[in-house]
């Protein structure tokens, strides 16, 4: 059985559970400029950029992968959200994309497979891959807006380079997440086939849009609807929605989602909205309480946390959830289904 085989087969027993947000946990060790940097001798700081701990201090990421699966997860995101070469430069680290994707990808898989190997219980490791912090749908500069900063070609191979060297590491599938740019999304995708043509492997794509204004809507403009249409074609082992918002906020974008999609829908949102200082108050049973309604309603196959979220956050979600029915899969109507900012269908 192959591992897409094997999840969808997992899907359809119970409502599965993925982990939730790293950056807050990492924040909690208080590590300084030396932990991050290591004997590295990188030319920039290197505080803050989670990824490179990997290589640093790999014990973090690990015990936090951990925790996770301890408090019931089923899948893990690697920590490796950041670790493509645009956003590495910003650390002067961008050699050290492969490293960094493998040897986070390979402490995943480590702990993944040891909590399997506690109960037989199927544990999946998600290879996370950010949007970068470069857009194709728009311009950065006001003054003109036909100007990119990047081009497909090289966003494309951008995300190649990472995808490969996480499957390298050991990651069962390619998690493109919190995705505000749909063309940067498609990008990915082509990086991802490309991978699986030169590798002669399937490699699973995970998709997950954040939405930018409670209208539903991505920084690029498109309606959850239109995301859909716009990567259907992938194939996409989930569909789903994570960060921007709380539970609450994206209430009525599951339900949308989870009426057109015939893919297993994934959500994991927020701890809520942040406070005036930029923290999360929203306490872990109510966050398993907010997203238990969209299981009640048969809305979705996978939850999780994102940001401001941590262990005792998955730990509530998983109770909550427990003994649950999955969301069943819907059979749409055959017909010809487009995607602009908005979606159109075509009448038969």
């Known amino acids: ?6 999840f969808l087969a997992e899907c359809a027993k119970r409502i599965l559970i993925n982990d939730g947000g790293f950056g807050t946990e990492i924040q909690g060790f208080g590590l300084s400029e030396a932990d991050y940097a290591g004997s590295l001798n990188l030319a920039k700081d290197q505080k803050g950029n989670h990824d490179i701990l990997a290589l640093t201090r790999p014990e973090v990421p690990e015990s936090i992968h951990r925790a996770y699966f301890e408090a019931g997860a089923d899948i893990a995101s690697v920590n490796t959200f950041s670790a493509n070469r645009i956003s590495q430069a910003d ?17 995943a898989r480590k702990v993944a497979d040891e909590f399997e190997a506690r109960d037989g219980r199927p544990r999946f490791v998600a290879g996370s891959v950010g949007p970068t912090n470069k857009t194709l749908s728009l311009s950065p500069d006001v003054e003109d807006p036909g100007y990119r900063e990047i081009d497909w070609d090289t966003l494309v191979d951008v995300y190649r380079e990472q995808a490969e060297a996480l499957v390298e590491g050991g990651a069962d599938f390619i998690l493109i997440e919190t995705v505000f740019d749909t063309l940067n999304a498609k990008a990915g995708i082509m990086a991802v086939k490309q991978l699986e043509e030169n590798s002669l492997r399937h490699v699973p794509i995970m998709l997950s849009m954040t939405l930018t204004d409670l209208s539903g809507r991505n920084l690029s403009g498109h309606t959850v609807e239109a995301f859909w249409y716009a990567v259907r074609h992938a194939r996409p082992l989930t569909i789903g929605l994570n960060c921007s918002f709380g539970a609450t906020q994206l209430r009525p974008h599951v339900k949308t989602l989870a009426e057109i999609a015939d893919a297993p829908i994934m959500v994991y949102p927020n701890a809520g909205l942040p406070n005036d200082l930029g923290e999360y108050d929203e306490q872990p049973g109510e966050t398993a309480g907010f997203v238990r309604e969209w299981a009640d309603h048969g809305q979705v196959n996978v939850l999780g946390g994102c940001c401001g979220s941590g262990p005792a956050h998955i730990r509530a979600i998983a109770e909550a959830v427990k003994g649950l029915a999955p969301r069943q899969l819907p059979t749409p ?7 602009g900012l908005e979606p159109f269908t075509m009448a038969a």
């Not at 059985?1 to 094997?6: I, S, V, Y």
């Not at 109507?333 to 995607?339: I, K, N, S």
């Open 333 to 339: 109507p055959v017909a010809t289904r487009l995607a």
């Open 1 to 6: 059985m192959t591992k897409r085989e094997q």
């Open 91 to 107: 650390y002067a680290a961008e050699h050290l994309v492969r490293d960094i994707n493998i040897a986070s990808a390979r402490l």
